[in-house]
């Protein structure tokens, strides 16, 4: 349930504008180490409040974190927030109470502290971003009604595009986590074997058909057992926050691999992220039914009664290497059809058990206006209708040079709960002959 | 190449029968603690030599590792292998080396120091086996030419059997490592939603098709970075060794969820490995030709001159709760269409990046007889043939209280090459009512 610290009212100190994405009402969490010491050197966790991030690890040290949960923890002392966020929601919502008072408009402590200040709130240009968390295993849903239309009808026609399974259950798979990485990382081009419908045999080569796609992703906080399903009116617990998620996708690869055990090359060569954690309790006024009832109603183990769609808008730019950029989707997170906690108890129901720090994306998020489908596959139907940039060109699929970044905020009254940016630029493929060479 | 440590004439102070999993020419790394210290304290890495285990910890403490790779370097001091496993071939060399000296016939010192010998060799049976690294990621293989046809035929009929990508690159799908466990972890059935073929609707249950999956897996070595693809001649440097795997399956909720991205909750409730792992070192005499020659040609990324199969015979017998077992699969790592270095190389062919402890399953491994099936789907051929129990009872599929016990071994002359036990127990489903209730 919403508490002070979403109240609308709510100012801070920091100067934040009504459209920035992180006011006092977000307190997003991530881990980020600074340019100017290196960059690499002794990632921490922080907070970030407008333009700036607060160090969590100099506030643990110096003992600001001395409620009942947090009081020795030393989850802060860390270079991920796997610690803390296995500790599950009492020691959330005590952290987040914390750094909102500190940050509070009428709260001294560190605003009037100028020494303090500057050692404690690092300007973000000088945040190098991390990964939040290492992330023992990562999940792909599929869990857009629109998008499971579209692509099944595009790859196995309109009569067999939704199968029998797919208003039954969230489908589905596992994905390959060592290749996530934070915005910003730059992504090579992978090269692959595909097979062109009229070719006799496969090619080795650069992936034609380079696809990004716009997800949501939710990080797991508290883990379980071995054999211990996490039933769905407790799934919330297990949820510590969100990221967007950008799961770039071969569809050449894809097409020709992906019968009968799913994608793999398909999208193991990257999976890009928002560093930025947005915590379930910033998002909770935004807390909204998703699609109508489900029909068929769903077993037991994966009906839910509180709403548990959030309303988010989200956005995914192509930016060509010179030149204008231009947006290709707007979409909303409250599309899915499948709710988080529904993939959550879906995926334990089996006994399958969770860990800090787990990654589960939505799948892509297409609405049912063009312009709201989440990737280009959709958007372009296959490459049949590219889409124009404004310097002329068209884009079918993504070409060398071309940026990817996406944006997710939701909308409150004269304050925004923004995700920060989630890019990706793609490199021209390195060939094997020469990536052996090397 | 084969080196002196493999030499068949070779033999231990330590006694080992000739049918022993553990001679000297073995060696296998894994990660232990002692019952009698409580078992759970200070997992710390050996090597199995005969009915005992070499405590690495105490020996690298000691300054017995004092090679140029291993001096210093503090890999053994740790509660995993990941860190040996990441320094690669030379080290995991000098590593062997100086343990296969250490524990030669004509070494006295370790032999003949008593006091040394009672701190640094455990009984096996004071042993409790952790798994032997933190495993980053999982994939699963589909590599057995005879299991992805018999298998195909049952689900998609003897026309789609074989799909027209299998005979081009080794198929294979990313698995859930959370819950890849040790021998001897009890496994508990899993519930699911399963929909029988005359049922209008799915339904929520314990599954009833519980099946096993004999495979092999490797472990990785050094890892690699995003974007860089491992050329096939290099992909043995970055293969540590391997350890027997059975991947637990729900054929009925597979059947229902797997298509269209692939097997999902059928496999992520459990996979249970060998402990021990059985370096490339060890099995170089036993290097093989795998099939002859694979056609159509792969592409020449997929290429590989010298063999790369193993000839390792591999069983497993199902023992129900009381009475005698039966041997169900007699079967040969060798049948294996694509080779370990062939799906590594496909893997990462997109630049996928691999960790150090990443495992990779081959998939079911089965031949061309009836009793070189590696999973009972085959064996039973979807329940229709069932197995016959020594106490008179039949299987189609495993039932509560049956235990599935895998082994393999390369044999030499006058000694073999084994990998222990790969075990696992079922336990009654505890439905979601009741789990819920705990």
Same mark, same amino acid.
């Given at each position: 349930?919403?508490? +002070?610290?979403?109240?609308?009212?709510?100012?801070?100190?920091? &100067?934040?504008?009504?459209?920035?994405?992180?006011?006092?009402?977000?307190?997003?969490?991530? !881990?980020?180490?600074?340019?100017?010491?290196?960059?690499?050197?002794?990632?921490?966790?922080?907070?970030?409040?407008?333009?700036?991030?607060?160090?969590?690890? $100099? $506030?643990?040290?110096?003992?600001?974190?001395?409620?009942?949960?947090?009081?020795? +923890?030393?989850?802060?002392?860390?270079?991920?927030?796997?610690?803390?966020?296995?500790?599950?929601?009492?020691?959330?919502?005590?952290?987040?109470?914390?750094?909102?008072?500190?940050?509070?408009?009428?709260?001294?402590?560190?605003?009037?502290?100028?020494?303090?200040?500057?050692?404690?709130? !690092?300007?973000?240009?000088? +945040?190098?971003?991390?990964?939040?968390? &290492?992330?023992?295993?990562?999940?792909?849903?599929?869990?857009?009604?629109?998008?499971?239309?579209?692509?099944?009808?595009?790859?196995?026609?309109?009569?067999?595009?939704?199968?029998?399974?797919? $208003?039954?259950?969230?489908?589905?798979?596992?994905?390959?986590?060592?290749?996530? !990485?934070?915005?910003?990382?730059?992504?090579?081009?992978?090269?692959?074997?595909?097979?062109?419908?009229?070719?006799?045999?496969?090619?080795?080569?650069?992936?034609?058909?380079?696809?990004?796609?716009?997800?949501?992703?939710?990080?797991?906080?508290?883990?379980? &057992?071995?054999?211990?399903?996490?039933?769905?009116?407790?799934?919330?617990?297990?949820?510590?926050?969100?990221?967007?998620?950008?799961?770039?996708?071969?569809?050449?690869?894809?097409?020709?691999?992906?019968?009968?055990?799913?994608?793999?090359?398909?999208?193991?060569? +990257?999976?890009?992220?928002? =560093?930025?954690?947005?915590?379930?309790?910033?998002?909770?006024?935004?807390?909204?039914?998703?699609?109508?009832?489900?029909?068929?109603?769903?077993?037991?183990?994966?009906?839910?009664?509180?709403?548990?769609?959030?309303?988010?808008?989200?956005?995914?730019?192509?930016?060509?290497?010179?030149?204008?950029?231009?947006?290709?989707?707007?979409?909303?997170?409250?599309?899915?059809?499948?709710?988080? !906690?529904?993939?959550?108890?879906?995926?334990?129901?089996?006994?399958?058990?969770?860990? =800090?720090?787990?990654?589960?994306?939505?799948?892509?998020?297409?609405?049912?206006?063009?312009?709201?489908?989440?990737?280009?596959?959709?958007?372009?139907?296959?490459?049949?209708?590219?889409?124009?940039?404004?310097?002329?060109?068209?884009?079918?699929?993504?070409?060398?040079?071309?940026?990817?970044?996406?944006?997710?905020?939701?909308?409150?009254?004269?304050?925004?709960?923004?995700?920060?940016?989630?890019?990706?630029?793609?490199?021209?493929?390195?060939? $094997?002959?020469?990536?052996?060479?090397?």
């Amino acid at each position: 349930m919403a508490d +002070a610290t979403t109240d609308p009212q709510l100012r801070s100190w920091v &100067e934040v504008g009504a459209e920035h994405p992180f006011p006092i009402q977000n307190l997003p969490f991530g !881990v980020f180490s600074r340019f100017s010491e290196g960059g690499a050197t002794t990632p921490r966790p922080g907070v970030a409040i407008g333009d700036l991030v607060l160090d969590l690890n $100099l $506030l643990e040290t110096m003992g600001f974190f001395d409620g009942p949960q947090l009081r020795g +923890a030393k989850v802060f002392s860390q270079s991920t927030l796997n610690a803390f966020m296995a500790m599950g929601r009492p020691a959330w919502r005590e952290a987040r109470k914390t750094i909102s008072e500190l940050l509070a408009a009428n709260e001294p402590r560190l605003r009037d502290d100028a020494s303090l200040r500057e050692r404690a709130l !690092v300007p973000m240009s000088d +945040a190098r971003m991390h990964l939040p968390c &290492e992330i023992p295993d990562y999940t792909d849903f599929y869990s857009s009604r629109e998008h499971a239309t579209n692509v099944g009808t595009m790859f196995r026609g309109a009569d067999n595009a939704l199968m029998p399974n797919w $208003l039954h259950l969230p489908v589905g798979y596992h994905g390959r986590s060592s290749s996530i !990485v934070p915005s910003g990382t730059e992504i090579r081009r992978p090269c692959g074997q595909t097979k062109a419908d009229d070719a006799e045999a496969p090619s080795y080569g650069p992936s034609r058909l380079l696809d990004y796609e716009l997800e949501m992703g939710f990080l797991v906080g508290p883990g379980t &057992e071995l054999g211990e399903p996490i039933p769905i009116q407790r799934a919330e617990e297990h949820i510590f926050g969100l990221v967007l998620c950008n799961d770039w996708s071969a569809r050449d690869i894809q097409k020709w691999e992906y019968v009968p055990l799913g994608p793999f090359n398909a999208k193991n060569f +990257a999976t890009t992220i928002s =560093p930025w954690v947005i915590t379930l309790e910033a998002l909770e006024p935004f807390r909204t039914q998703g699609p109508p009832q489900q029909d068929p109603r769903p077993l037991p183990y994966l009906q839910h009664d509180a709403p548990a769609a959030y309303d988010l808008t989200l956005t995914a730019d192509l930016v060509p290497e010179s030149g204008e950029g231009v947006r290709c989707t707007t979409t909303n997170f409250k599309y899915m059809y499948w709710s988080m !906690v529904q993939q959550l108890a879906h995926h334990t129901v089996t006994g399958c058990n969770v860990r =800090p720090g787990d990654m589960m994306a939505s799948g892509t998020i297409s609405g049912a206006k063009k312009e709201e489908r989440g990737c280009l596959l959709e958007l372009t139907w296959r490459g049949q209708e590219p889409i124009e940039l404004p310097n002329g060109e068209q884009r079918k699929f993504i070409q060398d040079g071309d940026e990817i970044r996406m944006t997710g905020h939701a909308q409150g009254p004269g304050y925004r709960i923004g995700f920060g940016p989630c890019d990706g630029k793609i490199l021209p493929a390195t060939p $094997l002959d020469d990536a052996s060479a090397r």
